[in-house]
């Protein structure tokens, strides 16, 4: 099986946010929680100040802590799949434990205070055990790897869009949508990027893009020190995040 | 026989909450607690948890802190039960029933409070257990705490039953003093073990939580004891009288300057650091709250500063202010532990200028009245039908004088 990996070149990327918004389209998400978002940071001053970006799905940790401390193995990694981690929602108890564990901030417990208002949970209330139904539902839905719209009380994540990459035939190294033959199963927000930012592919096979990108342009894993390997790698300038500065104190850090 | 009833009609009379006064109190709980827990499970059917002001960036909020302070006092209150049970102070021995009752329904009130929190309470009776994920700590809470709340079961029944000293007692007491350490140990690695939460990543911190624990155990055992007799000493058996003006008020005391040096050795570290997730957290959060600055001032170093004097610490209603101060101030550290450790944010440069800003709701402090006051509920029901201020004979029918020899 393939170790699914995504690439990141954040010398192309321009912070546009369509990933981010093919995520929320391609997963129902609710509005403002956000299982791809691209975060801007500033440091420096003016006229050296410096704006950065930074896209950030779930990095699928090769060591995730969230797995680790999950009490009901309700986020697991699945070897089957690529190595991609998953949240079984007829497991989770919503004891946040995952989101108090994750580095890297990806998780949502969509069952709080709206993000954005007016809360679209109320237009669309839930008749089937979501937390809401939208008119528009993505057919595909596999609570046991939290795909679909999730039920209040559990806690979601980007799924690297299994449910797509699941159709793409045995063996394929790159899911590049410049390839006809696979540009259905290629995650949302790679398959969308339109200065082609990011590339995915087989992270156990030497010859893959993914693999050659990170070779020659050193591909960069962040908040290594935690031990959580992502399978997310981000290549380019400025792949790093900045220590946090609150804005009133910037000017006596 | 003759005596022994003799005895237990004595204590009757002791005791103030097995008359009119203690059914008074125990209604006027019963509706706090009727009340709130109403309150929290309307909100959680109608408006589910976005009636909490917790948040995805700060998922953990007063209802986890709550269950924190209760868990530990309960621990705190396990630890002192064995100080007689285990370890022979036998000038302890006319709390330790009270200790253990109340060790037990503190613990069962924290884990209701903890209960309301979860998203799937009911899935967890039977996804825990069926999952084995031994890598979590969570999952060993859940085994250590079990064991705990069994054991000391357990040696209440030991003690209900008159066998103080039994060599089964004396097995019971052990393995539940080895389950209390595990259990409260447990619970701080929860948090200490979060290396990506630099403000709780602490390798001592079940040492934190062991000493913070029995500090707001003690503050318990005071509070309730002099409830339990009206708040005057005068009406407790002399053995009781004997612990409140000897070594119980001088442990308080050092528990009290234990638990600040751990905080100051906390902040100092904490300072230095250049680490933001630690080090702004204590100036920008901790010392920047008027409230965290005034617990810490009113509920840890005034209750400190006037323990230190003998002939202060052994009035009782001083003791009963402090016990009443420590609290207070013990709640506000457990719950600026549990905020603190999240309040900056963690990936988020993008339009999160500042700490995460968090103050609890309706909801959240309903659920923290429903700890408090089921706490009330169970005690005065134990006051009332299981003689809680019972001890070994010998020392109930031991005379005063005799009483401060033995201390
Ligand atoms: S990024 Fe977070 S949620 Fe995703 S696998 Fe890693 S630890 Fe888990
Ligand atoms: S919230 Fe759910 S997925 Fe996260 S640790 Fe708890 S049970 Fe596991």
Not at chain 2, 153 to 172: I, M, N, P, R
Request: charged share 15%; proline share 7%; aromatic share 12%.
């Amino acid at each position: 099986m393939a170790k699914w990996g995504m690439v990141i070149d954040l010398d192309k990327c321009t912070g546009c946010q369509a990933c981010t918004t093919a995520c929320s389209m391609e997963n129902n998400t609710l509005p403002g929680e956000s299982w791809q978002d691209v975060l801007f940071y500033h440091e420096g001053e003016y006229p050296s100040a410096q704006m950065k970006w930074l896209p950030r799905p779930c990095m699928q940790c090769e060591n995730p802590s969230c797995v680790h401390v999950c009490p009901t193995r309700a986020t697991y990694k699945d070897p089957d799949a690529g190595g991609i981690v998953f949240v079984d929602w007829n497991k989770c108890i919503g004891c946040k434990y995952c989101m108090i564990a994750c580095p890297y901030g990806v998780r949502f417990y969509a069952d709080e205070k709206p993000l954005i208002e007016p809360d679209i949970r109320e237009a669309y209330p839930s008749d089937n055990g979501q937390l809401w139904s939208p008119p528009y539902q993505n057919p595909e839905e596999d609570w046991q790897r939290g795909i679909g719209i999730q039920p209040p009380g559990v806690v979601s994540k980007c799924t690297f869009c299994y449910h797509k990459v699941k159709h793409a035939p045995e063996g394929v190294v790159d899911l590049d949508e410049d390839n006809p033959e696979v540009k259905e199963y290629v995650p949302a927000c790679v398959r969308t990027c339109a200065p082609k930012a990011r590339y995915f592919g087989d992270l156990d096979n030497p010859e893959s893009q993914v693999n050659l990108l990170i070779g020659d342009r050193h591909g960069v894993r962040l908040k290594d020190h935690t031990g959580n390997r992502p399978q997310v790698y981000y290549l380019g300038a400025g792949a790093s995040v900045p220590a946090f500065t609150p804005a009133d104190r910037e000017h006596d850090a | 026989m003759n005596i022994s009833m003799k005895d237990m009609q004595t204590r009757t009379q002791a005791n103030v909450l097995q008359g009119p006064l203690g059914w008074g109190l125990l209604v006027a709980a019963g509706v706090v607690l009727l009340a709130s827990l109403a309150f929290a499970l309307i909100q959680l059917m109608t408006s589910g948890h976005t009636s909490f002001n917790t948040s995805s960036t700060l998922p953990w909020g007063q209802p986890i802190a709550t269950y924190l302070y209760f868990a530990l006092a309960s621990s705190g209150l396990g630890l002192i039960a064995s100080l007689p049970l285990v370890f022979g102070f036998k000038q302890y021995y006319p709390v330790a029933k009270r200790c253990i009752f109340l060790a037990f329904i503190v613990l069962i009130s924290g884990m209701a409070v903890l209960a309301l929190e979860l998203g799937n309470v009911f899935r967890m009776l039977w996804a825990i257990p069926l999952n084995l994920q031994v890598q979590s700590a969570m999952f060993w809470m859940g085994v250590f705490y079990a064991l705990d709340l069994l054991f000391l079961l357990w040696k209440f029944s030991k003690l209900q039953g008159g066998e103080w000293d039994s060599k089964t007692a004396k097995q019971v007491g052990i393995a539940s003093f080895i389950g209390v350490l595990l259990a409260s140990g447990n619970l701080a690695l929860i948090f200490g073990m979060m290396s990506m939460r630099p403000f709780w990543f602490d390798a001592l911190l079940p040492i934190y939580f062991y000493f913070t624990g029995v500090t707001s155990g003690v503050a318990a055992l005071v509070f309730f004891t002099y409830l339990a007799h009206g708040f005057q000493r005068e009406r407790m058996p002399p053995a009781l009288q004997a612990l409140l003006t000897g070594a119980l008020p001088k442990l308080f005391a050092a528990l009290i300057g234990g638990t600040l040096l751990f905080i100051a050795v906390r902040a100092i570290t904490g300072l230095y650091s250049n680490n933001p997730e630690i080090n702004l957290v204590w100036t920008g959060y901790l010392f920047a709250s008027p409230l965290y600055n005034a617990s810490l001032l009113l509920g840890l170093v005034l209750p400190f500063v006037v323990m230190l004097s003998a002939s202060l610490r052994n009035r009782a209603g001083v003791q009963v202010l402090v016990a009443c101060l420590v609290f207070l101030g013990l709640f506000a550290e457990r719950f600026y532990f549990v905020v603190g450790g999240q309040v900056v944010p963690l990936f988020h440069g993008t339009w999160q200028p500042g700490l995460i800003s968090y103050t609890p709701s309706a909801t959240e402090w309903s659920l923290t009245f429903v700890g408090i006051s089921l706490c009330f509920v169970l005690y005065l029901l134990g006051e009332k039908f299981l003689n809680l201020g019972d001890m070994p004979r010998h020392m109930a029918e031991a005379p005063a004088g005799a009483q401060a020899n033995t201390a």
